[in-house]
């Protein structure tokens, strides 16, 4: 028995082992856990394996310890602790088994885990929010216009008074119910599209759904928005659906149609036009809302009773819906413009009434008259401008006494400008601009006409760029020269509009007529070398009709040529080639020019050699002055080291001296015992100037 026991005890101590270190299970180990607890069966196995776990768990867990089996215990209870052990153990290696599984399963969940979708969010750049803006401002102007018409007032609730126009509400029911609910469809439907509203955070759109949800929640509108769409109608159920009044709620949604004025303003191109169409729909809204109340009023009142409220109904004529609102509209509009002519007011409440829609009315179409002023003003501030301008003109030539012919010509010249629009400054209108953006437009605007220009054609995007920047518009009357022979040419014209006649000298007999895209004078600007004509105009243009011009100058081409040195040899390549295809080169000239240009070039280099000679004559000179001062100031500082030094052994001479006096006062302390011939010694050493102070000790010692 002792024998089989200790290849057991070997197998269970290896077992327990591998179970402490928590190493995952294995067939073998799952073979031998059920072969021990067949043997368990048996009654002596559990033993052994209890007491191999007990002397070989060392890995110092209080638990496993405390379950130690006493050896007093009895063997029923031995049996039953090596089973617990082995529960353990597998309830131990089962949380790992499912720490695995969770593993596994999130590493799957990663696998199926695809990117989020991308939700829809409003961009308001664009022309889909300013379309949303026009649907959603759809039923607000609805819900403006006609729930007044159509509703009683609260104040006028507890009267016999059911609706300002009880016909335009009885007209048609169902219309009215379909109409309400499809303005509230629409307004379920911009909160969502106000939810999904993005705006710019440094200089981005956000598209995070949660955060825009979130913004919008912290607004006010939100609240405006959520009662606008609490469904009121529900009291209908009880009082019935004639009561539109409960629906005011929905006019908390004005702020929609206020946008999209704002944003209609910013894209019309007739903003005058639109500002007062604008204010003359204000007007009306306010003129409409006072003829409701005047109608609801006199209704409360009684129609009839007195001079003042709407007439009497009995009449067919006053119980039509259409006079109804067009009498009440003409009163309203009658009061509050304080044109008067209306019947006076008898009762208290109509006085009140009357006096508040005259104050109204002065403090709203004071503000309407002033910024109507204003538009109009607006709208003729070019005019006025432009006309300030010519009589600044005729002013100046009546003072000068400029002919009258010319007088004439000036003043056709500034009415071409007005009739054809063209009044305005360009780089004034676009100095708002970034330089960006002037670009594109100016590329946009005369690019094509620059390209035109053959000595252009295949130069540099970026210089044609610079170019475009630098064309001025000029315009010219019938009969004005643009350039004559034997001019300087200074500029390079490029024709947008009208027609030019190259003529001979008497001004009369044209040569050529030039139209829309032709250009000259661009090899004058270029000052290419061995021109027969040099820079000089080589032919008589004249304007036939009125003409619109491109001129570039040669000082803008030389400028932007600077950065650009290899277009600048293109281009003088070019003109050359042009030049000598006309047979307009002179090769002596050239050589001329050439060795003239050489001779200035050696003068430059020889001036500027000048120039750099007397320079390093002055830096050799500061150089030598720079070390004359260095080598004084080093002087200084060594004689200032020897003084410091000198001073040095004069003290440690007195300090000797000094201990020599101490070594003396010692000894004639003890001069009992000293020699008479060294005490005369001391005593003529201490009159030298050696040992000062040494006679004085002596006196003393006396």
């Not at 269970?12 to 402490?20: N, Q």
């Not at 003409?330 to 104050?359: A, H, K, M, N």
């Not at 920047?469 to 004559?484: M, N, R, T």
Request: aromatic letters at 10%.
């Amino acid at each position: 028995m002792n024998g089989q026991s200790v290849p057991r005890r070997r197998l269970l101590r290896l077992s327990h082992m591998m179970h402490s270190k928590r190493s995952t299970v294995g067939p073998a180990e799952s073979d031998l856990s059920s072969s021990q607890r067949t043997k368990d069966s048996g009654g002596r196995w559990p033993l052994a394996a209890q007491n191999t776990n007990n002397c070989n768990n060392n890995d110092g867990k209080k638990d496993e310890k405390k379950e130690e089996p006493k050896k007093d215990d009895k063997k029923d209870e031995k049996k039953e602790e090596p089973k617990k052990d082995d529960k353990k153990d597998d309830k131990k290696e089962e949380p790992k088994k499912d720490e695995k599984k969770d593993d596994k399963k999130d590493a799957k969940k990663d696998d199926k885990k695809e990117e989020p979708k991308e939700v829809w969010i409003m961009d308001p750049a664009t022309d889909t929010y300013y379309y949303w803006l026009c649907t959603i401002s759809i039923p607000v102007f609805y819900n403006l216009m006609f729930l007044v018409a159509r509703s009683i007032l609260l104040f006028f609730r507890l009267l016999p008074c059911r609706s300002c126009f009880n016909q335009l509400q009885y007209i048609d029911t169902t219309m009215w119910l379909v109409l309400d609910h499809t303005s509230d469809v629409l307004y379920y439907i911009d909160t969502f599209v106000r939810a999904r509203t993005g705006f710019l955070e440094q200089g981005l759109l956000v598209k995070d759904e949660k955060v825009l949800r979130e913004r919008y929640m912290k607004t006010r509108q939100f609240r405006m928005d959520i009662i606008s769409i609490i469904p009121t109608d529900i009291v209908f159920l009880k009082i019935g659906i004639d009561n539109p009044e409960w629906r005011f709620n929905r006019l908390l949604r004005l702020g929609r149609l206020f946008e999209f004025f704002d944003r209609t303003e910013t894209r019309t191109n007739f903003p005058n036009i639109f500002r007062i169409a604008n204010l003359v729909l204000y007007i009306i809204i306010i003129i409409h809302w006072n003829a409701c109340l005047y109608f609801a009023i006199s209704k409360v009142l009684g129609f009839g009773t007195d001079t003042w409220v709407y007439p009497g109904t009995k009449n067919p004529e006053y119980g039509r819906l259409a006079r109804q609102y067009i009498y009440c509209f003409y009163w309203s509009t009658l009061t509050l413009t304080t044109i008067g002519e209306t019947p006076p007011p008898v009762r208290d409440i109509e006085y009140f009434f009357v006096v508040s829609d005259f104050l109204t009315g002065v403090l709203i179409f004071a503000t309407i008259v002033g910024n109507v002023g204003a538009m109009i003003s607006n709208m003729n501030a070019a005019r006025v401008e432009f006309q300030a301008k010519i009589d600044s003109i005729k002013q100046y030539m009546e003072f000068r006494k400029v002919t009258k012919d010319l007088e004439i010509r000036v003043v056709k010249w500034f009415d071409y400008l007005w009739t054809a629009e063209k009044t305005c400054d360009e780089k004034q209108v676009l100095k708002n601009l970034p330089d960006k953006l002037k670009a594109e437009i100016a590329i946009n605007v005369h690019l094509e006409t620059l390209k035109k220009v053959r000595i252009f054609q295949d130069c540099e995007a970026g210089l044609l760029v610079e170019l475009v920047l630098k064309l001025q518009p000029q315009v010219f009357s019938p009969g004005d020269y643009i350039c004559k022979k034997g001019d300087i040419g200074r500029e390079m014209y490029i024709i947008k509009e009208g027609k030019l006649a190259v003529v001979a000298d008497d001004g009369v007999t044209q040569f050529v007529v030039l139209s829309d895209g032709a250009y000259f004078g661009e090899i004058s600007i270029l000052g290419i070398k061995g021109s027969k004509a040099g820079n000089r105009r080589t032919a008589n243009i004249r304007s036939v009709g009125y003409s619109d011009l491109f001129a570039l100058s040669k000082d803008d081409l030389m400028e932007a040529l600077i950065e650009y040195p290899d277009a600048k040899y293109a281009l003088e390549d070019k003109g050359r080639a042009i030049l000598m295809k006309d047979n307009l080169i002179d090769e002596a000239l050239v050589n001329a020019t050439d060795a003239k240009d050489l001779e200035d070039k050696v003068n430059k280099i020889e001036a500027s050699y000048e120039v750099m000679a007397l320079k390093f004559r002055k830096l050799t000179e500061q150089y030598a002055s720079s070390q004359r001062k260095l080598k004084q100031r080093l002087t200084n500082i060594d004689n200032q080291l020897k003084e410091f030094h000198m001073i040095d052994i004069v003290r440690y001479d007195q300090l000797n001296r000094f201990r020599h006096s101490l070594v003396f006062v010692h000894i004639f302390r003890h001069s009992s015992c000293c020699p008479k011939w060294l005490k005369q010694a001391m005593k003529r050493y201490s009159q030298t100037e050696f040992c000062p102070g040494l006679a004085e000790t002596m006196k003393m010692r006396k």
